[in-house]
């Protein structure tokens, strides 16, 4: 179904979007900062347009029709051309804009990344303004939709037509354990580790394909100590006989700071691909294109390889 030349304007296409991706019209007007009544008009205008329904009310929410399924990708795709025209109007001066960044990024990449980050951003647009949300992989897509965040860095792949992706560096895993671990040496089996404890960190974070090896490992069995992110990992390891697999970038950081070592893992385990990742546009978005050079160009700086068949075979000392 073409929208072209149907006779509707752009908060028409900004109210259907919207209510299509919360499913709520009392949602969409609090999102919109418009009253209830005037989704509901929006609505019944664009009913009247597509001559369909468009949304049909369930339990769960107003669902779409085939017609809104269809349409929604073209709203979508005409919506960012236009934003992207507005902001092009504009020439983007780093050095003079007070423009809110929104990054998106795990614990371990802020305590490990976020230093080149600020100190790159801050250096060439002083007066702009930083804000950090946690990560949730189920939620990127839809923040990246919507110009909730304007970049997220994240291990995951996401769909190649909805999301760039720059590549950033890969990691290889190390497990961790106490220093005083009474059973765990520097390059134990995989019946050792199978014996042994271990710390699993949220999915959301995006390091599922650890969680999946290791419980096919541990034959499926649920761990007993699940966290919601890496803060606390080496505390807690250094407090009990647990381990846990992380990134090598991160295990170093633990040594340093807590009194647990680092072994080598007795399986082979893809590497963590780490990736910059911002909304595919059909215009480019002028502050997002030099958000994603910056940001680029200073994890060049960060003291690993890029690349994977870059580490030598000194890349793990305990």
């Known amino acids: 179904m073409a929208i072209a030349g149907s006779g509707y ?32 008009y929006a609505l019944a205008k664009l009913r009247k347009i597509f001559a369909d329904p468009l949304f049909l009310r369930t339990r769960q929410g107003l669902e779409p029709t085939p017609a809104a399924e269809s349409l929604y990708p073209q709203m979508v795709q005409a919506i960012q051309l236009m934003d ?5 109007a504009t020439d983007f001066r780093a050095e003079e804009t007070t423009r809110t960044f929104r990054l998106m990024m795990t614990d371990l990449a802020l305590m490990a990344l976020f230093s080149f980050v600020v100190r790159a951003i801050q250096g060439l647009a002083p007066r702009a303004r930083i804000e950090v949300t946690l990560l949730d992989v189920a939620q990127l897509e839809d923040k990246l939709r919507r110009n909730e965040i304007d970049a997220a860095i994240a291990i995951p792949a996401f769909p190649a ?14 497990g961790v354990c106490a220093a005083s671990h009474p059973r765990l040496s520097d390059a134990p089996s995989v019946e050792d580790l199978v014996a042994e404890q271990r710390i699993v960190v949220s999915e959301a974070l995006g390091h599922q394909h ?39 970038f991160l295990g170093d950081m633990f040594v340093k700071r807590s009194p647990v ?19 595919r546009r059909v215009a480019p978005s002028p502050p997002v294109e030099w958000l994603r050079q910056v940001i680029s160009e200073a994890l060049q700086a960060y003291p690993y390889p890029q690349h994977i068949e870059d580490y030598d075979d000194s890349w793990f000392t305990p």
């Open 210 to 248: 650890v969680e999946q090896t290791l419980s096919r490992l541990h034959g499926h069995q649920q761990s007993s100590l699940a966290l919601p992110n890496y803060s606390v990992v080496d505390e807690t390891i250094a407090a009990t006989e647990s381990y846990c697999v992380v990134p090598l």
């Open 84 to 88: 992207s025209v507005v902001q092009s």
């Open 161 to 174: 037509d909805i999301v760039v992706r720059d590549h950033l560096m890969d990691m290889p895993y190390v």
């Open 9 to 40: 304007d752009m908060n028409l296409m900004r109210t259907f979007v919207v209510v299509y991706e919360t499913r709520s019209v009392t949602e969409a007007a609090k999102a919109l900062y418009i009253s209830q009544p005037s989704v509901s």
């Open 261 to 279: 070592r680092k072994f080598i893992l007795p399986f082979t385990l893809e590497p963590g691909h780490v990736g910059l990742h911002t909304l």
